[in-house]
């Protein structure tokens, strides 16, 4: 089958008074450990109440047996296809830096590099301190301001990370790594991967900002050069408000998903860094918008650092927020996550997630508690993530008859 | 969504140094008559304890409602779009009958036939004693080594059925048959159905072929010519170790199951005739391939034969390998069919195949035993053979994360 999914939410779709929210924790499924995984361990009263009032199943991401980045693993949870749309590197690395980001930016990640001579020496200058990395990149943007036209900023990650953004006209993600991937090689330069003179030129400019780079640099003792790697322009995506017709809110604390949001052409709402802060954000513009994407974290990052306790902790904070939310009187609720991430694997994995979804017209009454195996059983069966949009709109009564 | 599953994995597959094994139990899945199926009335303490270690589902070989030959049901287990690869029937008689087929080959089915005048009278020759076949093939060999610069030999099948390969440059396999598809009507002569030069001088080359044959075969009582179908050349298929970074061996029994693991670029390994032999070949080369195929038949032929209690007593044996398999301890091991074959239908049929894959990054527990009926039930859902492959690759851990 090939069809635009949104081509065919687009024709059908209606505005009306409803109010969603899709509460992700981002990569709560897990693998069972001792024959239990988090979701099970957590003690969520009103989580397991909200199972019985909803219909439960379990999602594939993007394929099964793929393991989804957080890019492709939010796009599908939104509706777009993430084999058709792709989020590049540097975007993601931007985003995750908060670094913003238009529609006549380039932008790419960096590594700060040891150099001798023209050879690399160590691709991350030795791991510095992130405020060692801060005091370089602010020479590099004293003393370079722009190339050709195109204007020229760095910005500081953590240890030897940055990103490197390109503002004009005309430039081109077309571009090669310039990163010779591996220690004791020779510097390498960008080139064009298409054949217009846009990429050529673009391509120029980055060269002549990496020559610059070593010149201004040259002093430095660890942090004298630059790799250049995942080269990307805005991703040019269908606008989520116009596609499904609401007015969207997206209710984060990392910079990498509120950067999400906006791409798809969310408002990204100011909150604070707990789940409670979030919480009352979403009261507070609750009457302002129809659709709200809350998004709780740190389930992936304890999964990710192998913490399978402190990830059973999130959960039941999450749980505690439950009634609040329903006390706002949402016409549909899903609570699910964006990928697996087993705390057993400590990386985001291709496991299916578990998903829930509360509206008064769900097939509710098989399910007794929100987990994987619950899920794995639920009335909505598996689906592709891509599915969770076109499932939200139609329990909240915004999708019209497809055909007569 | 419109992409090819190979070209994905192929971007995001790596080495290691795992062990896979892909145990399949031809047309093991059934339907339940007095409620059992086979699978449920099998004695299987081995497969129902790897089944509490395992993670199960069902698979779809082709599409819901699809009943699948060998040929693209195999192709899905090995992550092969059968919608898009199509494997010619004059291919896969070849195959089952161990013809050596080549880049410069064409070959097609044949029957023989008892004609009068121009007049098919039975398309099938009275069903002749196969050494019958095989006598009347050795004259036509002795008596046709080649038409216009083109090779051919014919191979005797069972009965009435025999295998015709021609060998040259230029072949095409755009022909239609040369049958009349029923008794009392005239011979057919197969026409080119492209408009190219290729298919035209095939065409002229088989009828040719067929003229002679009758010429050759007027004495013959009854095997006095021959109808032609199925005219297929060699199908270009990615190559399997390529795609998926696998050193991988084929252990099969029955010649159509070798020449479909040969077809996808698999090693075949020579074994003997029993599911013992096979486990004893698995042994003796396991340190030197990491991906295996390992293929039981005679669950199928039983199937085929609706020999209910056969199919069971082969599920039995197959049961009784499976903690040897273990020993070798496979870093993932799966178990399931190519397709379904009731015995109570006597027939490939389109059912869902039990699908059961243990790794320790499972998310096992659910299921209690591996029957038609658990794996509906598990955690993996259903889902399309043509997963199967990503499935196994993920959970040896050779798949990178896709996207960021």
Known sequence: MTYDRQEILKKIVNKNDTKMILLVMDGVGDIPIDAKTPLMC????????LAKESELGQT?????????????????????DPLKYEIGRGILEALGIDVEVGEKDLVARGNFATVEGDIVVDRRAGRPATEENARVCEIINSKIEEIRGVKVRVFPGKEHRFVVKFTGDNLSDNLSDADPQKNGLPIVFTEPTSDDNSAKFTAEVVNEFLKNLKEILKNEPKLNFGLLRGFSKYPDLPNFEKVYRVKAAAIATYPMYKGLAKL?????????????????T????YNDYDFFYFHVKKTDSYGEDGNFDMKVKIIEETDSIIPEILNLNPDVLVVT????????????????????????????????????FE????TLGTFYS???????????????????
């Not at 993007?62 to 796009?75: E, F, K, Q």
């Not at 798809?264 to 009352?280: F, R």
Request: glycine share 10%; hydrophobic share 35%; charged share 20%.
């Open 337 to 372: 996550g964006d990928h697996s991430t087993p705390a057993f694997m400590k990386s985001h994995s291709w496991h299916p997630v578990p998903y829930m979804l509360y509206s008064k017209y769900a097939r509710k009454g098989l399910c007794q508690r929100f987990d994987e």
């Open 386 to 404: 891509i599915d969770s949009m076109s499932l939200i709109l139609a329990h909240a009564q915004r999708l019209e008859k497809y055909g007569a």
């Open 42 to 49: 957590a003690d969520t009263p009103n989580l397991d109440k």
């Open 282 to 285: 979403l009261e507070e513009i």
């Open 264 to 280: 798809v052409g969310m408002n990204v709402i100011p909150t604070g860094q707990s789940i409670e802060d979030e919480l009352k």
């Open 375 to 378: 899920c794995a059983k639920g």
């Open 60 to 80: 594939i991401p993007v394929l099964r047996g793929i393991t989804p980045g957080s890019g492709p693993a939010h796009l599908s949870l939104f509706g777009y």
